[in-house]
Nanobody
């Protein structure tokens, strides 16, 4: 059984930073593409960043240069370091796992089979 648990969300002021974590209980974690998504109220879920099993990373244009995705295979965990946060980054953030080692481009929700429960990020101006 695969389980993803996100943590690290919270409320910060514009310009601040947060670090999200996603702990995975899954076989062959190191062989899976992992990704972060977010969903704001009334909006569709959108891909934020992904990291393949080869540690190739991709980012949505809206977060390039501000967010960094990484993974620690020894801990079965991925991270999302979020710097220079803006009010428009406010959303529920989810991590997700693919069955495959490579990530899709762009990062599409339909390509991911397993999801966490989400962690809320709120950025105030």
């Amino acid at each position: 059984q695969v389980q993803l648990v996100e943590s690290g969300g919270g409320s910060v002021q514009s310009g601040g930073s947060l670090r999200l974590s996603c702990a995975a209980s899954v076989n062959a974690f190191s062989s899976r593409c992992m990704a972060w998504f977010r969903q704001a109220p009334g909006k569709e879920r959108e891909g934020v960043a992904s990291i393949s099993s080869y540690r190739t990373t991709r980012y949505d244009d809206s977060v390039k240069g501000r967010f960094t995705v990484s993974r620690d295979n020894a801990k079965n965990t991925i991270y999302l370091q979020m710097d220079s946060l803006k009010p428009e980054d406010t959303a529920m953030y989810y991590c997700a796992a693919r069955v495959f080692p490579l990530c899709s481009n762009p990062v599409r929700p339909d390509d991911y089979a397993v999801w966490g429960q989400g962690t809320q990020v709120t950025v105030s101006s």
